[in-house]
């Protein structure tokens, strides 16, 4: 049986080991590693957004979500330059 997941890149550790963290409405629920190299060279940066398929616990296929990875980057951003404004007020 097949799944579908969202998954966002925490880290690469030592250049060779990825580890992505699995999403379910937006709440870390799970992690999985693979190999950095199989992961496309524009979606290496951390907070890099997957959508990928896993058949029991191995990855059949893995998609980089650019659009989405730049609207989470964006908003972030956002937060943060908010509450860097709050503290510049006080």
């Given at each position: 049986?097949?799944?579908?997941?969202?998954a966002?890149?925490?880290?690469?550790?030592?250049?060779?080991?990825?580890?992505?963290?699995?999403?379910?409405?937006?709440?870390?629920?799970?992690q999985?590693?693979?190999?950095?190299d199989?992961?496309?060279?524009?979606?290496?940066?951390?907070?890099?957004?997957?959508?990928?398929?896993?058949?029991?616990?191995?990855?059949?296929?893995?998609?980089?979500?650019?659009?989405?990875?730049?609207?989470?980057?964006?908003?972030?951003?956002?937060?943060?330059?908010?509450?860097?404004?709050?503290?510049?007020?006080?």
């Open positions: 049986m097949s799944t579908d997941e969202t966002v890149l925490d880290r690469i550790v030592d250049d060779e080991t990825a580890v992505l963290l699995l999403e379910d409405d937006g709440e870390v629920v799970d999985v590693t693979l190999p950095a199989r992961l496309p060279a524009d979606g290496r940066a951390d907070g890099a957004v997957y959508d990928l398929e896993m058949d029991d616990e191995h990855i059949v296929t893995l998609s980089y979500r650019a659009d989405e990875t730049a609207s989470r980057r964006e908003s972030a951003q956002n937060r943060f330059d908010r509450l860097a404004d709050r503290l510049d007020d006080e």
